[in-house]
């Protein structure tokens, strides 16, 4: 078998061990010590917690896992959904009422959980009757009502092969919606393991450090950092913190790693922040020693990437490779390479991939489109549409095949004249001003208006005294070059950051057409 033909994540894992066999597949750090976890010991390990379910007549139940990246971790969603489970992944920074609510909704009867979130643990006991068996990943000794995950794996260990089916439910994984309550989205094996299989990242297999920043319950990093990771042999390297990725730089020093727009802003900015101060070393070689030496390719997605970014840190010696995708779609479904990249597009279409424009919306069909939302019969029916995923996305295919978004349709604004605005264009025009720190765009009383909180930090080092009239003058300058239709014609300034989901994009608010 190569890494072509991989037909499930249990493929892949066999794949990986008898490849990359004793080469590190997972680094951690425990304070200040390095732990590493080989493609044989991960493939064993996984192993274990399929016999380990099997043992405590838990196969085939639905697993919610909780925590922060981790080697336990990866092996509870492995050894889960290579038994028959269906996986869970749940965001750790939720309140544990909506912990709760995801867990009953998933019908969870099993959660594995990091021993930090102990707290929680006890509260899904007394709030989620349904949960009914507890694993803690780090904990040293079974208890009365929980068992030791490293102990099980101890007890369990030993071979497990099961034939899979590849198109059974596997995995239920919740979308952070700007808009409304969350949505569990049902994956396969084939869903997750076709897009790993067509995803094209350019590395030579088994040359990849990879640092992994992003949250683990996300399609973008499990897909993309971890399964894409072991298909290509990577040493997997978790980072402990995002206050500690610059210090975690310096550690791992990857080749290779995942970031949102966000990350790459800050990164730059340190760069540039580092250059004012030495005035005589070059931004590369700053950046050089400040992203462990070895740093070249980072990918980005997930959100909106000013093009400018890519050049930046081309002059930085990294290529910044901006990809597209939902987890809708397990979730990549385009990207631009080093050698094939347009800057303006969110990349060319994977291979396998359709794309069409409905009405200005990007509908796609592949082989990872999702099976539905998980009892969500309404939800599912207004997205898929005779096999393809309607992505809310507003945008156009080029005769290349390279995608460009333009929007989201369900934010659009419709004035009373009859024209459409994107607010994702006007914010992502306002974002440029380094006045501006968060922008949110809708339309008031008949008015596009731009709701903004300003950057202090540029306030307090600028000494600006008046914000208002600063953000009209660059409002004004920004109008002269649109249609008068898409002007903006009011500015609201706000005193405190807007409310956001737990990946940080900005909830909207419709119903007052104002962030309170």
């Known amino acids: 078998m190569n890494m072509n033909q991989l037909r499930n994540l249990k493929d892949l894992i066999d794949f990986s061990a008898e490849t990359y066999g004793e080469k590190i597949a997972i680094r951690t750090k425990q304070k200040k010590e390095i732990i590493d976890k080989s493609y044989i010991a991960l493939k064993a390990d996984s192993e274990a917690f399929s016999r380990t379910l099997e043992k405590y007549a838990l196969r085939g139940k639905h697993v919610a896992l909780l925590g922060p990246t981790s080697y336990e971790w990866i092996v509870g969603y492995f050894g889960t959904v290579n038994s028959g489970g269906v996986v869970v992944p749940i965001d750790k920074e939720l309140p544990a009422a909506d912990i709760c609510d995801e867990l009953h909704r998933a019908d969870v009867e099993v959660l594995v959980y990091d021993s930090s979130y102990a707290d929680i643990a006890a509260q899904v006991r007394r709030d989620c009757p349904q949960v009914t068996s507890y694993f803690e990943m780090q904990r040293e000794a079974h208890g009365e009502d929980v068992w030791s995950l490293r102990r099980c794996l101890e007890e369990n260990c030993g071979a497990f092969d099961e034939p899979i089916d590849r198109e059974k439910l596997s995995v239920i994984m919740y979308t ?36 992994t920043v992003l949250p683990i319950h996300h399609a973008y990093c ?5 399964l894409k990771g072991l298909q290509l042999g990577s040493t997997i390297c978790i980072n402990d913190s995002l206050m500690r990725i610059a210090k975690n730089l310096q550690v791992f020093k990857p080749n290779t790693m995942l970031v949102v727009p966000m990350i790459a802003q800050v990164m730059y900015n340190q760069v540039c922040e580092a250059a004012k101060k030495s005035l005589v070393i070059p931004k590369k ?89 998980y009892k969500n019969e309404e939800a599912t029916r207004e997205t898929l549409v005779d096999g393809w995923l ?15 978004i333009t929007g989201r349709k369900k934010n659009l604004i419709i004035l009373s004249n009859g024209e459409n605005v994107s607010p994702e264009e006007l914010e992502n025009r306002i974002s440029e001003d380094p006045l501006v720190a968060e922008v949110l765009v809708y339309e008031e009383e008949g ?27 660059h409002m004004d300058e920004m109008n002269r070059s649109l249609p008068m239709f898409k002007q903006v014609r009011r500015i609201k300034l706000r005193n405190t950051e807007f409310e956001k989901t737990t990946s940080r994009k900005i909830k909207r608010h419709y119903g007052s057409n104002c962030a309170e």
């Open 447 to 473: 008015q596009i208006t731009a709701e903004i909180y300003p950057n202090e930090d540029y306030v307090a080092k600028k000494r600006i005294q008046d914000i208002q009239k600063e953000l009209s003058d």
């Open 390 to 404: 309607r992505t809310g996305d507003l945008g156009y295919v080029d005769d290349e095949q390279f995608l460009y």
């Open 222 to 226: 499990f897909t993309c950092d971890i």
């Open 176 to 211: 952070s919606g700007t808009t409304g309550k969350s949505k569990g989205v049902m994956l396969n094996h084939r869903n997750l393991i076709d897009n790993v299989v067509h995803l094209e990242m350019g590395i030579e297999p088994g040359t990849a450090v990879l640092m």
């Open 285 to 373: 070689v700053i950046a050089k020693a400040a992203f462990g030496g070895n740093l070249r390719t980072i990918y980005c997605g997930g959100a909106y990437l000013n093009p400018e970014m890519i050049e930046k840190f081309r002059e930085l010696n990294i290529n910044l490779v901006q990809g597209y995708g939902m987890t809708e779609c397990a979730p990549c479904i385009s990207r631009n390479s080093e050698t094939c990249i347009k800057e303006d597009s969110v990349g060319k279409l994977l291979p396998g991939c359709e794309a069409k424009v409905v009405d200005g919306e990007i509908w796609v069909k592949s082989s990872s489109v999702m099976l539905g939302y």
